[in-house]
């Protein structure tokens, strides 16, 4: 009895929440209201949701004072991903001979976690999430495949 009892409670909150907003949104729709927060939807992407200061989401990869990739392609990244998004492809540098660089560096952000674990394992401090957020969403999933040209573009 007690288990019909708060499932009633449960069903009881979700209908009052499912009413209340159908209201607003029937106000919205005609016209006869045009006040903001009324409701917890966001209208995307008319209307943007606003980002806490703190939240680091953009990739980026660092370059050097002369241009370079600060990447020396040692997997580190690529080793401490749990989503095992990073693909990483090594080849040496013509112009140093003692040092790599990435022939390709590739991030699924669709796959990311966005955990910072690639951040922390870096020593040559390459990789950096920044907290300028772009607009993550894209219509077609290989659009969230970002290569070093990507990466480095800002």
Known sequence: MRYFIEAV??????SRHFFVNMYYHTLRFFHLSSKKGETVTIQYPEERRE??????????????????LRCVAC?????????ECIYIEAEEDPDHPLEKRPKQFIIDLGKCAYCGFCVEACPEDALRMDVHIPELSEYNKDDLIYDIEKLTKW
């Open 9 to 14: 409670k449960g069903l009881g909150i979700t």
């Open 75 to 83: 997997y580190m990244c690529a080793t401490a991903c749990p989503a």
């Open 51 to 68: 980002t806490f200061p703190r939240v680091r989401l953009r990739h980026r990869l660092l370059e050097r004072e002369d241009g370079r």
